[in-house]
Every structure is written in C-alpha cells, then in structure tokens.
C-alpha cells in the first residue's frame, strides 16, 4: 500500500464506503460503521454470486434445498445461536439439555496412589479483566490436548491423574456454574461508535494478533493482509481480531474491547444463516473462544457450535462441487489454502466439542461421517499449503509462530479423535461409521468406531479398546523416527492404554486386581513411555532446539508429565497390591520386582529433566516415583502360595473370566482384521 494510505485514518475510508452504500439505497442507521466494506456486501448478493470458492460451493447447493429441507429452520445466525442456547441449557425438557454438575458429579478422582488426585482450584473463575482473561487465551488451547488425555482416563479409569492448577480439567464446569444467560441476541442492540484506527496500526494489530493468539492457525495471514488491502475483508472477523489483540497485550482500554466485540456481534447476528461463508465460521469461533476466556461457557458453545455446524455444511459442499472456480495468488491455489483452513477448523471444533463433552458428562455431537471425509491437518510446514502461500507472498515475519501453532494442532486432532469414540464408547452411544482409509493415522478411529455396533461391559470396552491402541501403537513404529509427533502419540496411546488396564467398576468404585495379562501390559506399556520420554529427552537436549519450538514444547512437556503420572499411579497400584496378595497374584509380582525396580529408577531420572520440571505437578510427580521406588525395594514378598482366587472380594480380571476360551493371547500382536470380522460378523465380543 502507498505510504499516503498507511497514514489514511481507516475509519474514514469506512465512512466514505457507507455514504456509498447510502447513495445506492442505503442505511437508515445514523450510526457511522467504520468496517463496512465490500465483503459485506456480497453476503447480501443474489444466490450464485460468491465470494471465495468455498462460497461457491455452498451458494448452489442451498439454491437446490432452500426450498424443501431448511424452511423451518433459523433465517439468520443469532435466532441460530437462540435456538442452540435454548436446547443445551434452557429447556429441561430437551434431549440436548446440559446438567451443570457435569464430571464433578459423575466421575471419581481419588487415586489408589499415596498421593492423591490434587483437585483443581475449585472457586470462581469468573473472568471479567483483560489481564486474566489474556493468560487464559494464552494457555486454554495448548492445554486441550493433555486435557483429553486426562479427562477420558479419569472417565474409564481407577487410577486418577494429578490434574494440575494451571491446566483446564475442569474449566467448563466452572464456568457453567457461574453462568446464568439466557439469550445471546440483544433485540435492541445498536451499532456503536468503535475505535478509530489508521491503516498502519490495524497491520500492526494483526502482525500481533497472528504471534499471540492461540487460534491463529485458523487464519491466512497472506489473504487476510491481502483482502484487508483490496477493501473485501470481513470486518466482523477485523473487529474481532483488534479487540482480542487489545485483550493480550492489555494496551487498549476493556471498553474499547467491548465496543469491538459488540459490534462484531452484532453484525454477525444479522447475517443469514445459510449459506455459511469461510469468514463467518472464522469469526463465530473466534467469537466462542473470546466468550470462553471471559467465562461465558454457554455463549462460548453456541457460538463454536454454530461454527461447527456451519463447517460440516461447507465440507458436504465441497464434497459434492467439482467445477469450483479458481482464484490464485503468486502460484498457489485460494481454493486449496481455504480448504486446509476449514480443515484446520473442523479439529479445532472437534477437539472442543470432545472436551467439552467429557467434562459435562454428555453425549457428543462430533464425528466423521461418511459423507465428509476430513483428513488431519498439515503436518509441518512442507505440507501446508496455507504456509506456502505466505512463503512465496513474502509474509514471513510470523512464519515460525504459524509452525508452531501447525505442532500443536496436529496432536490435539489426533488425540481428540481417539478420544472421541472412546467416550462414546462409554454410555454405548451410536456414531454413524468412519470412512475407510489405509493411512495409519486413521485405523484407530475408524477401528473404535466398529466397536460401537456390540455391547459390552466396561471391562469388555477396556480391552478391545486397547486391542486396538495396541495395534495403532505397532503400526505407530513403522513411521520414520524423524516423525515429529512418534513419541508423544507413543505416550498418549500408552497412558490411555495403562487407565483402560485398571477400569472403574459401575459397582461400588471397585477394580480389578493384578492378573497375568494386566500386570505384562502394565510393564510394556510403562516402558513404552519410558522409552519415548527417554528418545525425546536425547531429541531435546539442545537448547536452541527448545527455544525455536517454544510453546509446542511445554505442550509436550504436560503430556510427558501426564505419562510420568500415569506411570507412578500405576506403579503404585501394583504395589498396594502386592501388600495383600496370596498366591498366584503375589508370584506375578514377585516375578516382576526386579523389573519394576529398574522402571521407577529410569523413571525418577526423567522425572527431573529440566523441561518436565515446569509442570507444577512434576515435583509431586518425582516425590511419588522415589517413594514407590523405595517401597518395591524393601518389599518382602512371601514364598508363592496354591493356585487360586487371588483377590478377597471375589473379583477377577476379565483376563481370567476368559480362562481357555481366550481368542487373543497377546493383544500386542492382535491385528485389526481379526477383531473387526469378528464384531463385524457375530455382533458379539471375539472370547463369547
């Protein structure tokens, strides 16, 4: 842009658009609306006129069904957004409807551990500063991922996790219980006078948005920069984007914040609701997350559940469009950049309806339909199209931060689609099937969801569960050793898999003990993560490497504390049962001690890498290690007694319910096709 329009007020060239917009039927709004523009005047074009390829696509495919399938439904987002406030937390008598006790009521956290669960600050975390309301943009997102791990371990688990302070366990139900709205759209909202601000410092308000929001990986910075330049930006998504950098840097005053979101809110009400436009659904979730940061959880939900609705729409759009017009910029594809941004946006959606699910105790809305195949987001860079896109355009100043924000989106979309199928699991919920795929990334998915055609016990879950974690753990290791996510998904399967060995009973909290089977892949699956924690420590060691992945790596590092965790409650767990065994449970153990020595030796080791060590749980961490490690060591452990039943109560694993019927011998060299002809065909459990 010319230096004469860097110091060109842009409120005034918004104010010369409306007199524009006026002149040709105009506004009878007195109200001055510095962001209008062009973009938004072609969401009020006639259908068939689109401005991007994705709203091409939609744009036809809501010409051929406005007139059948969606009369009844909602003609504007905000009666959209009323309408999911309405059923999620207004209306008792909805199938939708959300209790607020959510996981405080419904799942235990004590620990068999000598240390137990820490429970996270349990008063007010009303949020209503812009300084607090930053630290929690700041870490919220980075946390989800360990945050999955935790919550569907404590769901089907005994063992309990050390859930952290700083880490958002439980931030949902918090939040919900502090939250009393009960409507998003102010039928008497107006138009508000907003900041004004010259052309210069709204780029430089966007370079900072780009280095320090965590939703930044939603966003192309080469066609935001771009559109903004041309006068098509969305300025619903601009205001957005300006108010939040005014929260994280805390330099502009909470009303001007305020000012910005009202009337992003408001212009975003307004809209249609079909069809759905790319900028839109960046905007409703941005909108979502700024609502969640400021503990507004119901506004929050309706809003990224609306912009994950408007996704799935996009996507079966795009599904069924093959003749998209192609728009390119210095080589690279529009079309494409936009789709891998709405891919980066239907994980970002899942990830938070999963754990918004998990910590509510309900059933999830997310998954894959056959009808929208969603691949994982772009590895690294080399992969992404949106990064290339800014590379060849020459917008590099934020290129590292963008890597980094791709490390930490590929794991939690990962994760968040083991997770997902495994709590449906749980209340025996129906998920429509998963696309077939021969990527190893999607054979646990797709594998999890066969489960769901039979019945079964927790106990039955738990094992066919990690039948699958294990063989998605052997497919795991024939992936190059360069793979940058091989040891944290190493230690992510694991930690599930260590929970699932020891479930929660539905009666009166009790588990199961130590049999053959949970006691020889209790000790594989902590050496799997010994091992990966090990292989990352020598990968970490150079400090430069630790400085350029920044944040990613104190992502990882909670992740490997949560490993540590598991690992310590697990060993733990074994010892107190050691203390009454008889006979063949106490020969198990014997067998092991010395094996089980040596892991809580390693593992104490690690437990002291400087990077673990930031965790605020790693200290409790290390404290349990060294005490489990010194009573293994001084455990004296009787001559083996008869053969027999080995717990008191009267309880055996499933293992040993099995007995010589037992199909799967060794669940780490169970290979997916067996076990999915077997649930595919009879319906029933593989050992019935």
């Not at 006639?46 to 969606?70: E, F, I, K, V, W």
């Not at 006790?101 to 419904?106: E, F, K, N, P, Y």
């Not at 969305?234 to 330099?251: C, F, N, Y």
């Amino acid at each position: 842009m010319a230096a004469s329009d860097s110091t060109r007020n842009y409120s005034q060239r918004s104010d010369r658009r409306q007199s524009s917009s006026s002149s040709q039927g105009g506004s009878k709004s007195t109200t001055r609306e510095p962001f209008r523009d062009r973009d938004r005047i072609r969401r009020h074009r006639r259908p068939g006129s689109a401005n991007s390829s994705l709203d091409a696509a939609t744009s036809g495919q809501y010409m051929s069904s406005s007139n059948s399938t969606h009369q009844a439904e909602p003609t504007t987002i905000g009666a959209n957004l009323e309408q999911i406030l309405w059923r999620k937390f207004l209306d008792p008598l909805s199938p939708e409807f959300i209790e607020r006790d959510g996981l405080s009521a419904s799942s235990s956290t004590e620990s068999p551990a000598s240390t137990n669960t820490s429970q996270s600050d349990g008063g007010s975390i009303l949020v209503t500063q812009p300084s607090l309301a930053s630290k929690i943009h700041q870490r919220l997102f980075g946390s989800l991922t360990q945050s999955l791990l935790e919550l569907v371990s404590l769901r089907f688990g005994a063992l309990g996790c050390q859930e952290s302070s700083n880490n958002p366990t439980r931030f949902i139900v918090q939040s919900l219980s502090l939250d009393r709205i009960d409507t998003i759209v102010d039928t008497g909202e107006q138009t508000q006078a907003i900041p004004e601000y010259s052309d210069h410092k709204v780029r430089q308000m966007i370079e900072l948005w780009l280095i320090h929001h965590p939703m930044s990986f939603t966003i192309s910075k080469t066609l935001l920069l771009s559109r903004y330049r041309n006068g098509d930006l969305d300025e619903a998504l601009l205001a957005v984007i300006l108010a939040d950098v005014a929260v994280m840097t805390d330099d502009e005053s909470a009303e001007s914040t305020r000012k910005l979101m009202a009337w992003a809110e408001a212009d975003v009400h307004r809209r249609p609701s079909r069809p759905p436009s790319l900028s839109t659904i960046q905007t409703l979730l941005l909108l979502g997350w700024h609502s969640l940061c400021f503990s507004s959880a119901r506004r929050g939900y309706c809003y990224i559940e609306c912009a994950r609705l408007g996704i799935l729409e996009l996507l079966y759009a795009l599904s069924t469009e093959s003749n998209l017009e192609r728009d390119w910029i210095n080589g690279v594809d529009v079309g494409k950049v936009e789709s891998e941004l709405l891919q980066r946006l239907y994980w970002a959606t899942f990830a938070f309806e999963t754990w918004f699910s998990l910590q509510m105790d309900v059933p999830s809305s997310s998954s894959l339909s056959a009808d929208v195949p969603v691949d994982f987001p772009p590895i690294d860079e080399t992969t992404s199209t949106v990064l290339t896109l800014d590379i060849e355009s020459g917008n590099i100043a934020t290129l590292a931060v963008q890597k980094r924000s791709l490390r930490e989106l590929w794991p939690l979309s990962h994760v968040a689609s083991i997770v997902s199928p495994i709590y449906a699991l749980y209340p025996h919920q129906h998920l429509d099937a998963a696309p077939p795929s021969g990527r190893w990334e999607h054979l646990a998915f797709s594998r999890l969801h066969h489960l769901l055609k039979g019945p079964g016990s927790i106990f039955d879950v738990c094992h066919n569960v990690r039948t699958i974690l294990c063989e998605s753990l052997h497919q795991l290791q024939f992936q190059p050793e360069e793979h940058p996510f091989k040891t944290l998904l190493t230690t992510s399967y694991s930690i599930i898999i260590i929970h699932l060995l020891f479930p929660r009973s539905n009666q009166g909290g009790q588990t199961i003990g130590i049999g053959g089977f949970t006691l020889t892949d209790a000790l594989k699956s902590i050496s799997d993560i010994k091992d990966a924690l090990q292989l990352d420590s020598i990968l970490s060691t150079s400090a430069s490497s630790r400085a350029n992945n920044g944040d990613s790596e104190l992502v990882k590092a909670s992740i490997q504390t949560l490993g540590l965790d598991t690992c310590a409650r697990a060993l733990w767990f074994i010892y107190e049962a050691s203390r009454t065994a008889t006979g063949e449970e106490q020969s198990r153990i014997t067998l092991h001690q010395a094996e089980l020595i040596e892991l809580c030796k390693d593992l104490y080791v690690l437990s002291k890498d400087s990077q673990i060590q930031m965790v605020s749980t790693a200290r409790t961490i290390k404290r349990t290690l060294k005490e489990v490690k010194q009573q293994l060591e001084g455990m004296q452990l009787l001559p083996a007694a008869s053969m027999g039943q080995w717990m008191d109560s009267g309880t055996s694993t499933m293992f040993d319910m099995m007995g010589d019927r037992q199909l799967l011998p060794q669940i780490a060299s169970t290979t997916f096709s067996g076990l999915e002809s077997m649930v595919a065909e009879s319906n029933v459990l593989p050992w019935q």
